[in-house]
């Protein structure tokens, strides 16, 4: 098996960067399309279930999942007897949950006043087994640096997935293709994924090599469960004190943002791990690298959410017809957060890599704290508070990613603002011209809008990187690939 942190080629990082955003696009344009179509068959309430559902089955995943990813990627030497143990471990878990999951779904299903969450909750619960099996498989692609594959199981995974789904939805089957839609993408990702690897991981049970994967496996695990509570969480209250309706308008603003935050997420901690393992224990390697990787990416990231919320009360209304003040609304909240904490979250993926993951969990567990509290306080706000929750959450994550004490890493609190606070200006910049630009042309068609408004977008951002960041400009810009990405299988 190949040791982390071997050096990538520049042809192999643009090949990765090419995958990545094609996956990413094609995420986004399949989840548009499908919520246009299941928007117009379904109400609030049909999202407001689904969410409920969905939720439940996000947290039990991580449960098969999340212990075994990182701790597989991370270790220094693994065999194939470590990626058998991990299988066998997540199968173990999954089919005691998803007995579980029968009981649950009879009891949520009285305790929401949904009947169909008895029924949809099991079905939707069996997917874990392939996303456990998914998850160990991503860990031997990211050893391998086969991130292309990655891209290419999960792009191919939405278009199976979405497609099915909306065949049952034109048959009829409305809320039921809706649950089904995650559910056929996650197993048609981890066929596809384990067809590319080539590698054949059959589950076995080993005491041993699950306990090798040690401190680093725990520690993960809590990070993604406590990151995955806070959508159930928020879920959750969000129901009870608004209703199920409100949480369908949630969910709809979730269906405009997540995709994209999802796979720059995934892509942006994929890709900067393979620079920051690299350093291996050299902390001022780390830190040169992280103030490069970070500032970069922030460049690229940060606008694209700033521009989701200058166009998303355009977007939104085009995508999901009328009907959806308050999701719009909430959209604008989402986006503001994203645009907070996804470029600060690579931080996060350096202290990972340097065997701290503990850090990214601190940060959770107290972001989790302030959605709550913004949440319960601040239900007299109305709709704007579920928003302003995300936002604080989200805001804390990068507050602790800027402000933690890091004396064994040896990298200044102003080292790490100054890797963002140049993106988050600039692109905070553009987004009030967007919006100042959108208020101007609000007598056109909302069509007419968006093709005005994303290309001044775009021609702002440039135009303010040229002016205060012309060097980050040009790295950005030199980086870019002067070829076609090839169509085929992609080299791994």
């Not at 874990?128 to 160990?136: K, M, R």
């Not at 503990?358 to 239900?379: D, H, P, Q, R, W």
């Not at 040896?410 to 553009?430: N, Q």
């Amino acid at each position: 098996m190949t040791r982390p942190g071997r050096r990538a080629p520049k042809s192999r990082i643009v090949s990765w960067l090419g995958w990545a955003g094609l996956d990413a696009v094609s995420r986004l344009a399949l989840m548009t399309g499908s919520t246009i179509v299941f928007s117009r068959l379904l109400d609030p309430r049909d999202f407001g279930v689904t969410a409920l559902v969905l939720t439940i089955v996000t947290v039990a995943a991580i449960f098969v999942g999340a212990p075994f990813e990182e701790a597989l990627t991370q270790r220094r030497h693994l065999r194939i007897a470590h990626l058998r143990a991990a299988l066998g471990a997540s199968w173990l878990i999954g089919f005691v949950i998803l007995g579980l999951s029968v009981v649950a779904g009879r009891y949520l299903a009285r305790f929401y006043g949904e009947p169909e969450i008895a029924g949809l909750l099991p079905v939707a619960m069996s997917s874990i087994f392939f996303s456990g099996h998914s998850d160990i498989l991503t860990a031997l692609a990211r050893r391998l640096r086969r991130f292309n594959e990655v891209a290419y199981a999960t792009m191919m995974g939405h278009v199976i997935g979405v497609g099915l789904a909306l065949c049952l939805a034109f048959m009829g089957y409305g809320l039921w293709a809706l649950v089904a839609q995650r559910l056929l993408v996650v197993v048609a990702r981890a066929l596809i994924l384990q067809g590319r690897i080539g590698y054949i991981i059959t589950p076995s049970w080993s005491t041993a090599h699950v306990g090798e994967l040690g401190r680093f496996a725990g520690v993960s695990f809590l990070s993604r469960l406590t990151d995955t509570l806070t959508y159930l969480a928020f879920n959750n209250i969000v129901q009870i004190f608004y209703g199920t309706a409100m949480l369908g308008q949630v969910n709809m603003a979730m269906r405009l943002i997540e995709p994209v935050r999802g796979a720059i997420i995934a892509t942006g901690h994929n890709l900067a791990f393979t620079f920051f393992a690299r350093a291996g224990r050299d902390v001022a390697q780390v830190r040169k690298l992280g103030d490069d990787v970070v500032s970069q990416s922030a460049y690229l990231t940060t606008p694209v959410f700033a521009g989701i919320a200058a166009v998303a009360p355009v977007l939104l209304p085009i995508v999901a017809g009328p009907g959806w003040n308050d999701a719009v609304l909430i959209a604008v909240c989402l986006s503001i957060a994203s645009a907070i904490a996804v470029p600060a979250g690579l931080f996060f993926t350096a202290f990972s890599a340097q065997a701290r993951p503990e850090y990214s969990l601190y940060s959770l567990v107290v972001g989790l704290a302030a959605i709550v509290l913004v949440l319960v306080g601040f239900t007299w706000l109305g709709p704007i508070s579920v928003g302003l929750s995300r936002i604080a959450g989200d805001s804390i994550r990068a507050l602790f990613a800027i402000g933690l004490p890091l004396k064994s890493f040896d990298w200044p609190r102003r080292d790490r603002l100054r890797a963002l606070a140049p993106a988050w200006g600039l692109s905070a910049t553009m987004a009030v011209a967007v919006a100042i630009l959108h208020q101007a042309i609000a007598t056109q068609s909302l069509a007419v809008q968006l093709l005005i408004l994303i290309p001044a977008g775009v021609l702002i951002y440039f135009t303010l990187l040229a002016l205060f960041a012309r060097r980050q400009a040009a790295y950005l810009l030199s980086h870019l690939p002067v070829a076609r990405i090839p169509t085929g299988r992609p080299a791994a």
